[in-house]
C-alpha cells in the first residue's frame, strides 16, 4: 500500500510517500492507494475506500472480526459500524502476500468452524487444573524412584521409629525402677543399652535421609529426561504457540519443586507418621480407653485434611500458572529494551510486570491464611486428646505407673505439633506433585517422527551421489494454517550449482 500526506510547513508544500504493509498508519494518510498484483486497484482516502465497500473495506472489516474471535476486548464491539471502529484494532502488520490475497480468503474464513480457529492463534495460555491431584501422578513419580529404593526407605523408617519408641520405653523403665539405700542398680548396662538404642536410632535416620535424598535425585533426573525429550522433539509449531515463560517455569520453578520439595516433604510425612503410630502405641498402653476419643478425633481429623489439602492444591495450581506470564514478560522486555527505552515506555511496562506480580500474589497469600485456619483446628484436635488422655491418667492411677504416665503425657503433648505436620508436609507433597503433572503434560503433545528408525540403517559409503529431488513438496508452519510452500518439484543433479 501507498500512503501520501502533504503538510504545510513555510508556505512549501511538503508530500511524504509511504510504502508500508501496517493498517494503523491508513487513517492518518491523505491519500491510500492499495497495490494488488503490480496495479493500483483502488485509490483514495481511507475514510473514502471504507465509503466504497469494496475489496479494500471488506478486508479490513474481515480483519477486525478476526481479532475478535480471538478473545480481544473489541468483541462486543462487533456490531458497531466500521467508521467508529478504533485503529488500535489494526495495528499488526501483515506480510505482502496477505495483503494481495487476503480480501478473498479472509472473508471465506468468517465461516470456518472454531477448530481452524483455534489452529491460527498465535500463543496458548497456560491452564490450571482443577480438584484434587489424581493417582496417576503419584504413580509416576515413585515409577521414576523405583520399588526397591521405596521399600528400603519405608523399613529405615520403621526401625528408626521402632528404635525411638524402645529408647522413650527403657528410660520410663529405668525411672519406675525403685531406690535401694537410695540408688539404683546395674547403671552401667542401663546406660549402654540406653546409649545403643539412641546410636541405633541416629544410624537409622541417616540412613532413611540418605535413602530419600537418592530416591529424589533418581526421581528429578528421570522426570527431566522426559520433559527434555518431548520438548525437544515437538515440532516446530509447539515453539510457536507456547510463550517462553511456560518452559522457563516447568524447567527451574517446577524441576526445583521436583529436585528438594517433594523429597524433603516425602521425609517430614513419613517421620510423623511413624511418630504419630507411636504416641497411640503408648497412649493405648498406658490407657486403652484412649481408643474411644483417637476414633471420632480421627475422622474430624480427616475431613479437616481433606477440606485443606484441596484448597491449598488448587491455590499452588492458580500460583503456578500465574507465575508463567511473569517469567514471559520480563523474558520479552529483557529482549526489547532497546526499544522500550526509545518509545519512553518504561513506565508502561514497568505496571504491567506490577500487575502480573500481583495477579501471582493474589493466589499466594491466601496459602498462608489456609495454613493459619489449619493450624487453630489441629490444636482443638490435639489439646482434646491430651485432655482426654490426662483424665483417663488419673482415673487409673491406682493402677498405672508413674513411668509410663509420664510418658504418656509427654507423647500426648507432642500430638498437636504432630498432626499440623503430618498435614502440612501431605500438603507440601500434593502441591509439589503439581509441579510433576505439570511436567507430564507435554509428554501429550504432539511429537515429531523419530530422529532414527529402527532396522533402517544407511550403507557406510552413503551418499555415493549429491543428487537432491523434491516430489510436490510442500511446507506450512503448523496444521491448519496455509502452505507458505506447496507442490514444490525440483531435482538437483551431482555436481550442480544452485542460487536464489
Known amino acids: 500500500m501507498l500512503c501520501a500526506r502533504s503538510d504545510s510547513m513555510e508556505n512549501n508544500e511538503n508530500t511524504r510517500v509511504l510504502v508500508t504493509h501496517g493498517l494503523s498508519f491508513l487513517s492518518k494518510a491523505d491519500l491510500v492507494l492499495v497495490m494488488e498484483e503490480g496495479h493500483v486497484s483502488e485509490m ?36 458497531k459500524s466500521v467508521s467508529r471502529l478504533s485503529m488500535t484494532d489494526f495495528s499488526i502488520d501483515l506480510s505482502q502476500e496477505q495483503l494481495i490475497s ?14 481452524a480457529e483455534d489452529a491460527g492463534k498465535l500463543m496458548e495460555v497456560d491452564k490450571a487444573h482443577t480438584g484434587r491431584v489424581k493417582l496417576q501422578m503419584y504413580r509416576e513419580y515413585f515409577r521414576t524412584v523405583g520399588l526397591s529404593v521405596i521399600m528400603t526407605i519405608i523399613f529405615l523408617c520403621a526401625f528408626q521409629q521402632a528404635a525411638s519408641l524402645a529408647y ?16 539404683q542398680s546395674n547403671h552401667e548396662l542401663k546406660l549402654s543399652v540406653f546409649a545403643a538404642l539412641g546410636l541405633t ?16 535425585i533418581v526421581a528429578s533426573r528421570h522426570l527431566h529426561t522426559e520433559l527434555l525429550h518431548s520438548v525437544l522433539h515437538s515440532p516446530m509449531s509447539f515453539f510457536e504457540v507456547t510463550p517462553s515463560g511456560n518452559l522457563l ?51 474430624v481429623y480427616i475431613f479437616i485434611q481433606s477440606f485443606y489439602v484441596a484448597s491449598s492444591c488448587q491455590l499452588r495450581r492458580l500460583e503456578a500458572v500465574s507465575r508463567s506470564p511473569i517469567y514471559s514478560h520480563f523474558n520479552e522486555t529483557v529482549q526489547g ?11 508502561r511496562f514497568i505496571l504491567q510486570a506490577d500487575h502480573r506480580i500481583d495477579n501471582n500474589q493474589k493466589a499466594y497469600f491466601p496459602r498462608f491464611v489456609a495454613t493459619r485456619w489449619l493450624a487453630v483446628n489441629l490444636e482443638f484436635l490435639g489439646n482434646l486428646l491430651v485432655l482426654a488422655a490426662a483424665i483417663l491418667s488419673v482415673q487409673g492411677r491406682d493402677k498405672l505407673s508413674p513411668g509410663i504416665v509420664g510418658l504418656a503425657m509427654s507423647h500426648s503433648l507432642q500430638v498437636t505439633g504432630i498432626l499440623s505436620w503430618i498435614v502440612r508436609s501431605w500438603t507440601d ?26 532396522d533402517s540403517f544407511l550403507p557406510a559409503a552413503w551418499p555415493t551421489t549429491g543428487n537432491i529431488e523434491f516430489e510436490e513438496y510442500g511446507l506450512q508452519y503448523r496444521k491448519g494454517l496455509d502452505w507458505a510452500l506447496n507442490n514444490i518439484s525440483i531435482n538437483i543433479q551431482d555436481r550442480e550449482k544452485t542460487k536464489s
Request: glycine residues 8%; contains cysteine; negative net charge.
Open 44 to 79: 483514495g482516502s481511507y475514510h473514502e475506500l471504507m465509503e466504497r465497500k469494496e475489496a479494500f473495506a471488506k478486508f479490513i472489516h474481515t480483519f477486525n472480526g478476526n481479532q475478535r474471535r480471538e478473545g480481544s476486548t473489541a468483541r462486543d464491539k462487533s456490531r
Open 102 to 115: 487476503a480480501s478473498v480468503k479472509l472473508i471465506e474464513a468468517e465461516d470456518e468452524d472454531l477448530d
Open 168 to 183: 522413650s520405653y527403657w528410660l520410663s523403665l529405668w525411672a519406675d525402677e525403685p531406690l535401694v539405700n537410695g540408688t
Open 201 to 216: 536410632q541416629g544410624l537409622a535416620m541417616f540412613g532413611t535421609t540418605l535413602a530419600i535424598a537418592l530416591g529424589g
Open 249 to 299: 517455569n516447568r524447567f527451574s520453578k517446577e524441576i526445583d519443586a521436583i529436585d528438594c520439595m517433594i523429597p524433603d516433604g516425602l521425609k517430614m510425612m513419613l517421620g510423623y507418621l511413624f511418630k504419630l503410630l507411636e504416641v497411640c502405641i503408648i497412649l493405648l498402653l498406658a490407657t486403652p480407653f484412649t481408643g474411644m476419643v483417637l476414633l471420632p478425633l480421627t475422622f
Open 337 to 347: 529494551a532497546s526499544i522500550i527505552r526509545a518509545f519512553g515506555e518504561q513506565p
Open 429 to 454: 507433597v500434593e502441591n509439589n506433585i503439581v509441579s510433576v503433572e505439570r511436567v507430564k503434560e507435554y509428554d501429550r503433545t504432539l511429537k515429531e517422527a523419530a530422529w532414527t528408525l529402527q
